[in-house]
């Protein structure tokens, strides 16, 4: 593929959520020409990923959290609402979506979702700076080589508009200035079900077409064991009852684990607490540490309770987690590694339960069929041992508890193993290859994810960048656990992408700009100087930032131009108060920089709600300032 005339290029790997998301910022955030490659090794997962491509999500799967919480831009939180109400394409719909008002707090089909990215992507493309350009390829990259020009990316299969590009469709090699790897979730291959992988009875992956064909032509008296009790599995039995079926489901879980049931007119909001400061103190061991946790976390909901009456019971939990997030990282610290992999590993599906719910359009269906005596649904406490063919065509289940050992003979087993988040033991080629050249690490503390810094670029073994490529999504869970004490799937799900979108975006735009100009060297330099520059400038310097936050905002390009002339200007008047050891050409770029920096910090601030965050950024309409 060859370069549109010689502008610096950025490759994002894998379009799904996270690889949209990015490259939609890409060609929002650029001022300069820029050539943006989207490539998606499977057609049917662009613009969408694993969870919302519309083959494998019927119209009754539907977001887990309230419509009001999908946009994908976390400066925007009713963009997502206002497009389905008023731009999505409804033909084709079935009721009750087509003739339906979306609101914030209610349900939307998961299948949407893939069309409302799409579109914004189409938009930031329209409306992308002169000479920034996108190109949606397909392929599957399967080896990195860093050379001093760049990244050599070698692609099996390579087309744009369907036509062979480059080398041929076997394999090509692309040069990027800067990688994104936005490769999304990993299917995780427990030793216990090597024997049925392919077994007509058993369903690997329950978000593929050919596993919704299958549930829908079960006959309803059959017999279902869905293995996992995390909210994916709700989406299978949830389908299965609301055609009707009768037969037993068998809901599956290691811990027991069900997840809450969102309140009416539920908002996701942000409560002050102090710190857990028990959690602070040495690690001693497990059952110590786990006694100090039961105490802190029993004082932190009373008193979200006793001071937050407005908070619902239901979500209070949740809203103690989401106010430890902060004082995580320093009681991680203490915890030494292999005790931390087992915490989570223990306790990883009940944090999830504590950070997140899921909407009453799933539960309630759910909830009816679980709690009669007689009720189709049972939930199965234990771990699954094996799984085995049985005479009959069907598949026995062994599942091992303290108490008992049980065999649940199925006539459909549906697995719901989670995603592998160990990355040793992935079998793409890719991740072979760049765990071989130490190009990526996996997460030493956690064992999830790999090593990336702050702004998410991959780490070596010695925590130097491995080069121009960075990282969004759940690659980051590791680092999202230990630096940003984030938990369950707040780790790599949409909220995190909004924010791994922005700032990589920012990084691989202000890499290749400082790269052009042979100004990278002086980065370090003028942070050195950046205190001085906002003690100096203090009105000035947050005057910029400002702009430069609604710069990266802005959808429409006539609306950053302007804002970027504002800037420009902002920028110069910063220079002149300024004294710094450069040229003032090198000056100038190095503090616009700066300020882009402190623009994505304050885009990215989790400590506070998207509407707290408009009304600090002065992005806020009337319907923001009336709540």
Known sequence: MSRTGMCPRVLVVGAGLAGTATAIRLLRFARSPLEVVLLERRSDYRN??????????????????????????????????????HEADRRGWPEPWAGLEFVEQGPAPRRIFQDYLADRLAEARREAGPGVVLIEADGEAVDLEIRPTGVEVTVRQLSTGGRPAGEGPEAAVLLADHVVLATGLEQRDPPFATGVRGHAAFVRNPYSASAVSRLEALPPEATVA????????YDSAGLLLRRGHTGRIHLISRTGTMFRTYPGGHEHGVVRLPCPKTLLEPYRNREEFLGRVRTEWETACSAVTREHPEVDPVVVAERVAKAWEPHLPEAIDRIPSAELRGLLDEFGTAIAAFRVGAVEY?????????????????????RVAEIAPTGSGRLAVSVVAPAQRQTIEADLVVANFGRESDYLRVG?????????????????RTGRGL???????????????????????????????????????????LAAIKNHSIAVAARAIEQVELREEDLARNMA??????????????????DAVLLEAKRLATRTRN?????????????RS?????????DAFRSDRLIRAAVNRAAVERLTDISVTPRQLRRQLGLADAEDLED
């Open 226 to 233: 869905i293995v996992g009790s995390v909210l994916s599995a």
């Open 362 to 382: 799933t539960m309630s269906v759910i909830e009816r069929a679980l709690h009669p005596a007689d009720g189709p649904v049972r939930l199965v406490v234990g």
């Open 559 to 571: 609306e950053r131009e302007l804002l970027d002339a504002r800037l420009d200007a902002q920028l």
């Open 48 to 85: 969408a990923g694993v969870a919302y491509h519309r083959d494998g999500n019927p119209w009754d799967h539907v977001f887990n959290i309230q419509a009001g919480r999908m946009s994908a831009f976390r400066e925007d939180v009713l963009d997502f609402v206002r497009w389905a109400n």
């Open 451 to 493: 090593e990336v810094d702050g702004q998410g670029a991959l780490l070596t073994a010695e925590g130097e960048p491995a080069g121009p490529i960075s990282a969004v999504g759940v690659l980051r869970e590791g680092d999202e656990i230990v630096r940003n004490g984030r938990t369950g799937a707040f780790t790599f799900n």
């Open 574 to 582: 910063v220079g002149e108060l300024l004294t710094l050891p450069m």
């Open 428 to 444: 793409q080629a890719l991740w072979r290859n760049l765990l071989r050249k130490g190009i990526a690490v996996p997460h030493a």
């Open 525 to 542: 330099q003028l942070h050195g100087h950046l205190g001085n520059i906002e003690e100096a400038t203090r009105t000035g310097f947050e």
